[in-house]
């Protein structure tokens, strides 16, 4: 079965409001997606089980991991950090 992301794309913006999805990685590692909402959202937000009701039905397998803005700002720089290996390897698909 195609795990393409437009399924993705119609889902997460009502689940994830004012989230960035800058992670997508190719078949060779599967499909991750990391969700980056602003610092001042409720913990209830900021986990990724949200993400996985969302992802029910879809047919799409996906690893989710949540994090804030300022943790990603925070270790973007750092080479082998996963902000830098989204960075340079994943793929937006949702921009607030």
Known sequence: MDQSAPGLEKRAPSSSRHA???SEHGQARGR???LIV???TP???RRSRLAYEVLRGTGVA???LVCTRAWFDRHEGLETSLP???LREGRLLHAA
């Open 32 to 34: 991750d997606l990391l």
């Open 20 to 22: 960035d999805s800058p």
């Open 84 to 86: 830098a290996t989204v």
């Open 43 to 45: 913990p209830e937000r």
């Open 62 to 64: 996906a690893g989710v």
């Open 38 to 40: 602003p610092d001042d």
